[in-house]
T-cell receptor, first 112, second 115 residues
Framework: GNSVTQMEGPVTLSEEAFLTINCTYTATGYPSLFWYVQYPGEGLQLLLKATKADDKGSNKGFEATYRKETTSFHLEKGSVQVSDSAVYFCALSPRANSKLTFGKGITLSVRP | AAGVIQSPRHLIKEKRETATLKCYPIPRHDTVYWYQQGPGQDPQFLISFYEKMQSDNGCIPDRFSAQQFSDYHSELNMSSLELGDSALYFC??????????????FGPGTRLTVL
């Protein structure tokens, strides 16, 4: 079946540090890949997505590249801010109308 | 822009009671998904509807049922509530077409607490 594996957390960084959150997946075919962010007490917001191999999703300074050869979709940001503190979920959908399968999520805390 | 609306936002019930959660998708979104997120857990898919018909189901207990109505809103009915049902319940909707065709837009969630 489909699955998503995220690096274990939590992660604590100082403001302006470089961020990498690893995500690998198992799926047949070519799933769409997503990063969702959940701020404290709020719902899930789509951060970025990629729908085919070598696509790069980007938003708010975050980037992730769909790597078919390594089945990965790592999230990166060059300089984190305190406001980036949240829980980040990697997710996949095997087809456009399919359910999302989420990773376990990782909590990011950014110190001033 | 219009977003997914869920009601109520918070709900407290006793064991063995029933609960009904409601979801109003974004206009022109014809697919609705329900997810359950336990404390500190990732969201788990429960059930989905497309054009008022069930399209897929996941880890939904037999005590739960759901439907999508003619106006595309959906309701999740939960009976014989158990302590383990305490969770955040998300609804998401997906558009019929367009560049966001494969995106799910999430509501703010309903936090259910079973005492």
């Amino acid at each position: 079946g489909n699955s998503v594996t995220q690096m274990e957390g939590p992660v604590t960084l100082s403001e302006e540090a470089f961020l990498t959150i690893n995500c690998t997946y198992t799926a047949t075919g070519y799933p769409s890949l997503f990063w969702y962010v959940q701020y404290p007490g709020e719902g899930l917001q789509l951060l970025l997505k990629a729908t085919k191999a070598d696509d790069k999703g980007s938003n708010k300074g975050f980037e992730a590249t769909y790597r078919k050869e390594t089945t990965s979709f790592h999230l990166e940001k060059g300089s984190v801010q305190v406001s980036d503190s949240a829980v980040y979920f990697c997710a996949l959908s095997p087809r456009a109308n399919s359910k999302l399968t989420f990773g376990k999520g990782i909590t990011l805390s950014v110190r001033p | 822009a219009a977003g997914v609306i869920q009601s109520p936002r918070h709900l407290i019930k006793e064991k063995r009671e029933t609960a009904t959660l409601k979801c109003y998708p974004i206009p022109r979104h014809d697919t609705v998904y329900w997810y359950q997120q336990g404390p500190g857990q990732d969201p788990q898919f429960l059930i989905s509807f497309y054009e008022k018909m069930q399209s897929d189901n996941g880890c939904i207990p037999d005590r739960f049922s759901a439907q999508q109505f003619s106006d595309y809103h959906s309701e999740l009915n939960m009976s014989s509530l158990e302590l383990g049902d305490s969770a955040l319940y998300f609804c998401a909707s997906r558009p019929t077409s367009g560049i966001s065709y494969n995106e799910q837009f999430f509501g703010p969630g309903t936090r259910l607490t079973v005492l």
